[in-house]
Nanobody, 117 residues
Framework: QAQLVESGGGLVQIGGSLRLSCTAS????????INWYRQAPGKERGWVSG????????KYAESFQGRFTISRDNAKNVVYLQMNSLKPEDTAVYYC??????????WGQGTQVTVSS
């Protein structure tokens, strides 16, 4: 069964860093572009960053440019989201999703990130 599992979330202080992982099982992540999203309490889910299957095309939402870095290790079947200089407003559940052409994207269950002072 194909699935994505996010990990690496947790509680971090303001200005700290976390690296989230999006690990695929049941399929080769190397065949898919991956997007990261987040949903803060009481807010709609928003797009954070995306990386194509080759890793050559990377994009960020403007508010994350320079603080977040997306990367992939296809040999390990994982996509990462490195988050630096974290702020309280980064508190959210972070999700990854595989872009499935002609079908519904495959979503993970999410990982909670809490930035505390």
């Amino acid at each position: 069964q194909a699935q994505l599992v996010e990990s690496g979330g947790g509680l971090v202080q303001i200005g700290g860093s976390l690296r989230l992982s999006c690990t695929a099982s049941g399929f080769r992540i190397s065949n898919y572009g991956i997007n990261w999203y987040r949903q803060a309490p009481g807010k709609e889910r928003g797009w954070v960053s995306g990386i194509d299957a080759t890793g050559r095309i990377i994009k960020y939402a403007e508010s994350f440019q320079g603080r977040f870095t997306i990367s992939r290790d296809n040999a390990k079947n994982v996509v990462y989201l490195q988050m630096n200089s974290l702020k309280p407003e980064d508190t959210a559940v972070y999700y990854c999703a595989a872009v499935v052409r002609g079908g519904d994207d495959l979503w993970g269950q999410g990982t909670q990130v809490t930035v505390s002072s």
